[in-house]
């Protein structure tokens, strides 16, 4: 029973077994067919009963139960006509997993290997991850099992319209606000907020990592990666270190690993490797973000044929080239590992490597790209384990930013978003560590994060209240919503304006 070792376990309690443990159980049962969902489920409920224990009235409220269902989910057809004038039809989501504290906010992913489960996984994160930013964000997520790898900009510019002649109905910048993720950045979101425009007939910020003329943040499109690189350094800084002549390994060459590339550099780092689907490159002199760039723009031009990161030594002749499984950059030794591709690319394997090649720090800028088992071989070898929710949070962060400037029909400075995504980070990394040391598990960053990501913009006594939206009041107790404690202020506010 319960999961293999300390870090994610589920304590008997009084001889019963305990509310967590009970709560993941009945997931499994539930959804066997969603894997993904299940570990990350895992992950965090493997994690939390500490910040339960002190209170039974949660589980009689069934806070938990609230917090693992999503409020609602959209799935439907997405047909479109592909150049050789050929319909094809694809599958549609929206997860609007929680709005407890602000409108659904998370990515849109497109890759064939979309599945409800995996969306479930990565809304169950963003309900989190957004709350540790302190910004006002509930969490979502959607996209499609839409491949855009090999297709003419006219087809993607086709699927996006269709998608979103469905998806416009169901969000709203006061209601549901997607992004980009894997397979959706710039482009698409442009083909994306056209289409809403006109089916609407309004101007809104319904959607970030929008381009800059038309109502994007600066800072959004490296937010990600910085964000990633200042949340290790801060950690780094409370170790009396720094990124500073450090050697750093990287998975991944697309939009977070590109600017986590080049923000480790900007603070004394060397990223000795990184990689795509094909294989990945190594490069004596330290990976050049800007040829990163040209790859991954040559990438996403609608002429991506035959396109990959061996690409790269064009440019930078003393570099070289492995094909095959990208992977093989975790077998370098470094002091600092950054998993930036997808979930499960980190696996034992990979961590047994690393671990005994001298990493000493990990920081997740993928989702769950570690699996449960490497992420425990990390934590028992005594490396800082900074888990995605965290750690990848800056790009959320920006988008969040990005909405605060829409509505006020303004656009702030690069330094001004860059600014605030520094002090952010920074201050996470505090949140997190503190919660870790209030639960007596100093170092322990995967339940920091997850406790005090339940716990937003409030001290880790009033831990999960995000998922108390609508407790029932019919025993009379009182509800402890966040947002009841939230709203009521201004209740009584009213009422005295009344008499
Ligand atoms: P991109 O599509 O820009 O880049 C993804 C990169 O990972 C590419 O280099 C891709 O290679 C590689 N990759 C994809 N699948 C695999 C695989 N199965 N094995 C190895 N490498 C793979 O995505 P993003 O950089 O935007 O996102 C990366 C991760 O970060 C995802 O987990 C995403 O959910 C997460 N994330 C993204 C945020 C953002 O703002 N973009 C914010 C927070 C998290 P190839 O080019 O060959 O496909
Ligand atoms: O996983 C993530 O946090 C993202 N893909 C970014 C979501 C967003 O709304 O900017």
Known sequence: MGCRDRHFSFPIIGGSMSYTQKVLDELKARYPEQPEFIQAATEILGTIQPALDAHPEYEEAALLERLVEPERIVMFRVPWVDDQGKVQVNRGYRVEFNSAIGPYKGGLRFNPTVTLGMLKFLGLEQILKNSLTTLPMGGGKGGSDFDPKGKSNNEIMHFCQSFMTELYRHIGPNTDVPAGDLGVGGREVAYLFGQYKRLTNEWTGVLTGKGLSFGGSLARTEATGYGLVYFVDEYLK??????????????GSGNVAIYAVQKVAQLGGKVLACSDTHGWVEDPDGIDYTVLEHVYNKKRSGHD???????????????????????????????????????????????????????????????????????????????????????????????????????????????????????????????????????????????????????????????????????????????????????????????????
């Open 238 to 251: 409370s170790r009396g270190e720094s990124f500073e002549g450090k050697n750093v390994v990287v998975h």
């Open 305 to 499: 044929k035959g396109v990959t990161l061996a690409m790269y030594v064009d440019e930078k002749p003393n570099a070289v080239w492995h094909e095959g499984d990208g992977r093989g950059v975790w077998q370098l030794p470094c002091d600092i590992a950054l998993p930036c591709a997808r979930e499960n690319t980190l696996l034992l394997e990979d961590a047994q490597a690393l671990v005994a090649n001298g990493c000493k720090v990990v920081g997740e800028g993928a989702n769950m790209p570690t699996t449960i088992e490497a992420t425990t071989y990390f934590q028992e070898n005594g490396v800082a384990f900074m888990p995605g929710k965290a750690a990848n949070a800056g790009g959320v962060l920006v988008s969040g930013l990005e909405m605060s400037q829409n509505a006020e029909h303004l656009s702030w400075t690069f330094e001004e978003v860059d600014g605030k995504l520094e002090q952010l980070m920074r201050g996470m990394f505090h949140n997190v560590d503190d919660t870790a040391k209030e639960y007596g598990e100093e170092g322990n960053f995967v339940m920091g994060a997850n406790i005090a990501g339940c716990s937003p913009r409030a001290s880790a006594k009033s831990s999960l209240d995000i998922a108390c939206d609508e407790a029932p009041s019919h025993s009379g107790r009182e509800p402890f919503s966040m947002v009841e404690r939230a709203v009521r202020p201004r209740l009584v506010h009213l009422k005295v304006l009344d008499k």
